[in-house]
């Protein structure tokens, strides 16, 4: 029983092994791609039939180690479909990687297997290491390319993730060793027990909470954990950065909404301690991602400082939660909304950054100049991709921004959403000079960018979903309110 | 009627539009035929379909209550969208996609040949769409942004040829004039929004119709906040409906294609203001103030565009003047069968349709035989090359169809009976005799100076010689031919039909039945009520009145008994006043615009903004440059200082937490 609960996972994982098997005798990507996609299929089936089944109810498993509920199943239906454009927009892409392909879709598979585990575990030792998993598939990925600077970024990716595993290991250790427990829901239990009320802080509970927000912090780079991400960014083949940027990121929320939620939400101050906490973070994140964004040239590098300061307005939702009493859902549900936008968003760019450096073979902005007149639906997806990141309606950033935002003000939390709107002006700035030298500059060459067929299904997919969420949110707010309503007390 | 069908009223031109600009323009423009083609068809089956819901709400008690749906939900706040159908609704929807139908078939020949055919059906289609969403939309906001897009597509189509410097000042000059009123309409929305505490107890939604309507019926709202309220309505009706004093984009607007100009300026935008005031009627209706503004302002708007119309040279503007004056009528009718109701001290909603039933008959056939006059008046530009009547006249022979179309027209705006704007100015003048008798007397004074400036036109252009057209200075409507001539079949068929229902469109209310349908009233036989009325007083004064302009008109235009040079040189100050627009062209552009904004308000602000506000946005942008290069400098590439970096951070926040927290 407690095996089928988890057939998602195991379909992928016999999947990924059968790629790489299956690699043996078959070099065309093609097949490989769409082997995997498959794959990816199967999974997803089964966790919508999962949904319908479970229709909102929950399914704990192995000794409350893990759980299917809706929050899982959203999250994994997420991670499933990332990692479906992503291997869409791969297909470009792949012949760079010469002889490894199997194992390229393999990785992403089993990554995305490490994903879905981290949005559905409730114990500390499943989640970490459900989060290695996922990181050590990443950290191949990363040196794919087997270039010096691929190398050089995944070196550095490595060794930093290391530190911050550790980090986070010593913090569950030092909430292990205030509460004795390991499992989300004993947790809270205990810290009831022992700081029953708010008469005073427990230092080592602090500690622990703290260096558990740095190790998800590196994951979800926010700063001051956020070295690694332009160096890697830039390094990693380009799929990859789009990946991490997305999937890696919405996978460390995940697991931030729910280990904060469950585990440390009573006593009030352990949770406005953690709420401040990523209120400041979300501040500086969003400033430092903005603003270091602002001079730089290359665009993957650019995204990636952008994907910092997007972080910092995903974490205005986690400290809102912090902040916000138990019943209100605006808060959490926002986030996941939040997520899904900016996931198709960013990947709708990275996808057109794929097409068009698989022609220039440079990341360079001033080499997008006049691309509006070499490749105008590609160019305008990036446009409304970036529309999106903005925020600015009708893309799925604006619905996104507002409902974060607007539960952040409910909440008390009207500073940093000034921070936040003053963060989002600036950002236009970088992101609309993209725009500008796209469809004013002059071209290059009059060359045509071509690109496969897979690689404009993902982007059209990418592009209409940005703009079905911006125009008609209901649908998806319901879903995500849905899968936040789990942690009601 | 299902909701899917009321819907597709509104889908069916919104996809013409976007299958016109995102398919044909961009990758068919060769066969660009095929844009007029779809508009057609679209704003024909959504004609079929306003059809419909006109015999769906026939008879039906109330609005058909289709529940709205949620758009967008965060927390306590909750938009949504849907459609408010009631027989105000339908109606307005058979006169858009009617009066829109005959304009687009008219386009076809009008607009032969043009190079920005595609670009002009497009935009006629949008238009069109955007003007029935915001007859259907059941809730403010929904309203409110159909209200800016058919501003936006009427600036668009304005300034459709954009190459023309007069075009583009005008599109400019009616986007920022209407802009003006909107923003007190935007304020009501906003006073509503930042009020809906005040209602919400009940389980109302301050930004839907229906709740609005049931918050005024129950006192929920006091009689101040109903009447701010009203006041920003109104505003915005007064932007859009052209009425005084922000009446000065309409007749420039006329640079527009003619086309444009009867259905955006004649039929359905300019008469939004008036149905915005209708739709919200029971506001006005619980605070008399602002019914008794909007009467005032009706009247005198009326009365003081008619002046203007009677000595304008350029036929398209006389009708634009006629156009701002019968707005004016509708407003007053509004406003002094409104107050007439008020009076009698039972304010309920039935009562209170009733009164806007006076208003919306004149607006239903106001439609009809104004937006035949300016496809007349567009006949003649396109077979003279000119808008100027100096140059015309004569053309009764050349243009038969043309001639007894406009004088058809003619005559029902000047109510004549038994034709349809007979009808409708009777009922506004006999309930503003009982109401106000000033406001009866300007009006009156308006049917008199109606009838001899539509008659001046018709004198002026049909009768007479030919006077040789255009001295081909003109852009587009230059079509440089050597005769005028009739013009061809696509554009004569839409003038006919229009003007047999300027003929019967009245004869609706004969009997009584559009109050009936409206809500209010009840109905008697149809001679009775047909030839009955000739047996009061009040027709047969309003009909003398219109003969004596007649009459004037033929004296000084038709047999020229009377010089009409010497009657301009004798009232001299007079005729310049109102040739000159009483002044209010300069009067807003030096003394508003340039003196006290340019000079006074802008001058300051530009140096506010150079010295204060570029000073603070530079030197924070040179320091977010400088910090984003500054900050860059870090990211060395070393991983030592990254792990460093990290570990500082953790230490940081601890110590922060436990000492400072």
Redo the contacts between chains.
């Keep these: 029983m407690d095996f089928l609960a988890l057939t998602p996972e195991w379909s992928l994982a016999a999947f990924a092994i059968a790629v790489i098997l299956l690699s043996l005798f078959v070099r065309d990507r093609l097949v490989l791609a769409l082997f995997s996609l498959a794959g990816v299929i199967v999974s997803a089936a089964v966790a919508i039939g999962f949904a319908t089944w479970l229709s909102g109810s929950a399914m704990v498993v192995f000794g409350n180690m893990l759980v299917v509920d809706s929050f899982a199943l959203f999250f994994k239906l997420l991670f499933l479909g990332i990692a479906a454009l992503l291997i869409l927009a791969s297909l470009d892409y792949a012949p760079k990687f010469a002889e490894s392909q199997g194992e390229y879709f393999a990785l992403v598979l089993l990554s995305t297997l490490g994903m879905m585990l981290m949005a559905a575990t409730t114990e500390l030792i499943a989640i970490y290491v459900a989060l290695e998993l996922t990181s050590i598939s990443l950290y191949v990925l990363v040196g794919f390319l087997k270039e010096p600077k691929a190398s050089e970024a995944a070196l550095k990716y490595l060794l930093l993730g290391a530190v911050a595993s550790a980090v986070l290991l010593f913090g569950m250790a030092m909430v292990f060793g205030f509460t004795g427990q390991t499992k989300l829901g004993d947790i809270v239990l205990a810290i009831l027990r022992l700081a029953p009320d708010n008469s005073g802080a427990s230092p080592a509970l602090i500690f622990g909470v703290v260096l558990l927000v740095a190790g998800f912090g590196f994951k979800i780079a926010s700063v001051p954990f956020q070295m690694w991400v332009p160096d890697v960014y830039e390094g990693a083949p380009t799929p990859v950065t789009g990946y991490l940027s997305v999937a890696s990121k919405a996978a460390g929320f995940a697991v931030v909404l729910r280990v904060f939620y469950s585990a440390f939400i009573v006593p009030d101050w352990v949770a406005v301690d953690w709420g401040m906490l990523f209120a400041v973070l979300a501040a500086i994140s969003m400033t430092v991602g903005n603003v270091v964004a602002l001079p730089q040239t290359n665009i993957k590098r650019m995204l990636g400082y952008s994907s910092i300061a997007q972080a910092g307005y995903l974490m205005v939702g986690v400290a809102t939660v912090g902040l916000a009493p138990a019943t209100d859902i605006v808060g959490r549900s926002s986030i996941l909304f939040f997520l899904a936008g900016y996931a198709l968003a960013n990947l709708g760019a990275f996808i057109a950054i794929i097409a068009v450096s698989n022609q220039t073979n440079s990341d360079l902005i001033a080499d997008y100049s006049g691309m509006g007149k070499r490749a105008p639906l590609l160019s305008l997806a990036l446009t409304l991709s970036l529309v999106s990141l903005i925020g600015m309606p009708p893309a799925a950033g604006f619905i996104g921004k507002f409902y974060i935002f607007s539960g952040a003000v409910q909440h008390g939390l009207l500073w940093l959403v000034i921070i936040a709107v003053i963060n989002s002006v600036v950002s236009a700035y970088y992101y609309m000079r993209v725009v500008k030298v796209m469809w004013f500059g002059e071209p290059a060459s009059a060359e045509k960018v071509p690109s496969s067929a897979a690689l404009k299904l993902a982007l059209t997919l990418t592009t209409l979903g940005v703009l079905f969420i911006g125009i008609v949110p209901g649908y998806l707010m319901r879903l995500a309110q849905a899968a936040s309503n789990i942690f009601v007390f | 009627m299902s909701e899917a069908a009321a819907w597709l009223v509104l889908f069916l031109p919104l996809a013409s539009f976007l299958i016109i600009s995102l398919v044909i323009r961009p990758f068919f423009n060769r066969y660009s035929q095929w844009a007029g083609y779809l508009t057609i068809l679209a704003i024909g089956g959504a004609l079929v379909l306003s059809l419909m819901a006109l015999k769906a709400t026939t008879g039906h008690e109330g609005p058909i209550g289709w529940d709205p ?7 306590s ?1 909750n938009l949504r969208l849907g459609i408010y159908m009631n027989s105000l609704t339908a109606i307005m929807l058979v006169v858009v996609s009617g009066v829109s139908l005959m304009v687009q078939v008219y386009s076809q020949g009008y607009m032969k040949g043009d190079p920005g055919y595609a670009r002009y059906f497009a935009f006629m289609s949008l238009f069109t769409a955007s003007m029935l969403g915001l007859v259907l939309a059941s809730n403010v906001v929904m309203l409110y942004a159909f209200w800016e897009l058919v501003g936006l597509c009427s600036y668009l189509l304005i300034g459709f040829w954009y190459h023309r410097p007069a075009a583009a000042a005008a599109a400019k000059k009616a986007f920022i004039v209407t802009r003006l009123g909107d923003f007190g309409f935007l304020l009501a929305i906003l006073y509503l929004f930042f009020h809906q505490g005040a209602i919400a107890g009940q389980g109302l939604n301050s930004l839907e119709i229906p709740d609005i309507y049931r918050a005024v019926q129950t006192g929920l709202l006091g009689t101040a906040v109903l009447t701010w309220l009203g006041l920003g309505i109104f505003a915005g009706a007064v932007g859009k409906s052209a009425q005084f004093p922000l009446h000065v984009w309409l007749p420039d607007a006329m640079e527009g294609p003619t086309p444009v100009s009867a259905l955006i300026h004649a039929a359905t935008m300019v008469a939004a203001g008036v149905f915005l005031v209708a739709r919200f009627f029971p506001i006005f209706e619980a605070a008399p103030a602002t019914l008794r503004l909007v009467a005032v302002i009706g009247g005198a708007t009326a009365v003081f565009a008619a002046t203007m119309g009677m000595v304008m040279n350029d036929i398209k503007r006389v009708v634009a003047y006629s156009t701002i004056s019968q707005l004016g009528y509708m407003m007053l009718g509004l406003g002094v069968a409104g107050l007439a109701v008020a009076r009698e001290g039972h304010v309920t909603a039935e009562v209170a349709r009733a009164a806007v039933a006076i208003g919306i008959f004149h607006l239903f056939n106001h439609a009809f035989f104004k937006a035949l006059l300016f496809l007349g008046s567009g006949s003649v530009n396109h077979a003279t090359g000119t808008v100027d009547m100096r140059l015309m006249g004569g053309l009764r022979k050349v243009m038969p169809w043309t001639y007894i179309t406009f004088v058809i027209a003619g005559l029902s705006l000047a109510g004549v009976w038994p034709l349809a704007g007979f009808w409708s100015k009777d009922e506004i003048l006999a309930v503003a005799l009982k109401e106000q008798p000033v406001l009866f007397a300007l009006a009156l004074l308006t049917v008199f100076m109606t009838a001899f400036y539509i008659f001046r036109v018709v004198f002026l252009t049909f009768c007479g010689e030919y006077r040789g057209g255009a001295p081909g200075e003109h852009g587009h409507d230059a079509h440089a031919h050597g005769k005028p001539h009739e013009s061809p079949p696509v554009m004569v068929v839409p003038m006919v039909i229009l003007s047999v229902l300027a003929v019967i469109s009245g004869f609706w209310n004969v009997n009584g039945a559009f109050s009936v349908f409206m809500g209010e009233g009840q109905t008697k036989g149809f001679f009775e009520g047909f030839f009955g009325i000739l047996a009061h007083p009040l027709p047969w004064i309003a009909m003398i009145v219109a003969g004596l302009g007649i009459f004037l008109a033929y004296l000084m235009y038709g047999s020229k008994r009377i010089s009409a040079e010497r009657m301009g040189e004798r009232f001299k100050p007079i005729y310049t006043l109102f040739y000159r627009k009483y002044y209010f062209d300069e009067l807003y552009e030096n003394l508003f615009v340039r003196r006290s904004l340019v000079n006074g308000l802008f001058a300051g602000f530009q140096k506010f903004d150079t010295n204060v506000v570029d000073g603070a946005v530079n030197g924070l942008a040179n320091v ?2 400088a ?3 500054g ?2 400098r ?2 060395t ?1 070393q ?1 030592q ?3 460093l ?2 570990g ?3 230490v940081v ?2 110590l922060v ?2 000492f400072a ?1």
Excluded at chain 2, 69 to 75: E, M
Aim: proline share 0%.
């Design positions: 749906h949620s758009w967008i939900t965060v927390g706040f977010t440059v910090t984003g290069k900050v860059r870090w990211q590439g991983l200082l990254y792990g970096f990290m500082i951070g953790i926040i601890v937490l436990l927290g």
